[in-house]
């Protein structure tokens, strides 16, 4: 499984065309042929990149959950509802769904985040509000992240 990290600076062109950075483009080619799934992140106004294989277990799980639940019903609308499967053209472009963009409120310049096991695109100067925001100190640590020790 490929791991994702650090972020790129990278531009859309006036059609909704991005290159994926070198390195990122050889993960994706690597761990699913460069098919990927780009769709609505739930939290934030920005896009999961997820790769091919990636994006069936998130699937799988979703359908697997119990969908009486409003919250739960919420975000899988927009999880699978904005899904799209898109793949790297032969010069590691891909074309953003006018939708896609409208919800990421995504202008020309933008930001590749790795996640990990998946990727976000954010517009730039949103990724900027959103990481130097302060923090909430109201906000629950999620239950085992309290013991959480990075050194």
Request: hydrophobic share 40%.
């Amino acid at each position: 499984m490929s791991q994702f990290y650090g972020n790129h600076a990278i531009s859309m062109d006036v059609k909704g065309r991005i290159a994926v950075p070198t390195r990122v483009r050889e993960l994706l080619q690597d761990c699913c042929g460069g098919r990927i799934v780009l769709t609505a992140h739930t939290e934030s106004r920005c896009l999961h990149v997820f790769p091919e294989d990636q994006w069936n277990e998130v699937l799988a799980k979703l359908e697997g959950a119990p969908t009486f639940n409003e919250r739960f019903r919420r975000i899988k609308l927009t999880l699978v509802g904005y899904a799209t499967m898109l793949e790297l053209d032969g010069n590691g472009r891909i074309l953003i769904p006018g939708p896609l963009r409208d919800y990421g409120h995504l202008t020309k310049k933008l930001m590749l985040v790795g996640q990990g096991k998946s990727l976000e695109l954010w517009d730039e100067d949103d990724f900027t509000a959103y990481i130097t925001a302060p923090v909430d100190s109201g906000d629950e640590l999620p239950e085992g992240m309290q013991s959480l020790a990075l050194y």
